[in-house]
Nanobody
Framework: QVRLMESGGGLVQPGESLRLSCAAS????????MGWYRQAPGKERELVAT???????NYADSVKGRFTASRDNAKNTAYLQMYSLQPEDTAVYFC???????????????WGEGTLVTVSS
């Protein structure tokens, strides 16, 4: 079973930057897609960005030009670099991974526990 460890959240002021990381660990697996979602207080979880194994990223319109998703396949780690953060970016950010589990012979989707990003002056 793959476990996801997210890190990098925190409290920043408007206009500042943060980088989130999501490291996957386990045995006998390979990762397909990785993605970032967020859930603000009182709102539904929404897609922020996805990135393929080839490094092709797609973004929500609300973060285009400000956020950059990347991944290090050798480290099974995804990153979300966030620039020009605004109060409306305040949310719990979740990592989402689809992977092939060779122990189970199945493709599985899993979520991290989330990391809180708070943007406030």
């Amino acid at each position: 079973q793959v476990r996801l460890m997210e890190s990098g959240g925190g409290l920043v002021q408007p206009g500042e930057s943060l980088r989130l990381s999501c490291a996957a660990s386990g045995s006998r697996f390979s990762i397909n897609a990785m993605g970032w979602y967020r859930q603000a207080p009182g709102k539904e979880r929404e897609l922020v960005a996805t990135i393929t194994g080839a490094g092709r990223a797609n973004y929500a319109d609300s973060v285009k030009g400000r956020f950059t998703a990347s991944r290090d396949n050798a480290k099974n780690t995804a990153y979300l670099q966030m620039y020009s953060l605004q109060p409306e970016d305040t949310a719990v950010y979740f990592c989402n991974v689809e992977y092939n589990d060779y122990n189970l012979g199945a493709t599985i989707e899993t979520w991290g526990e989330g990391t809180l990003v708070t943007v406030s002056s």
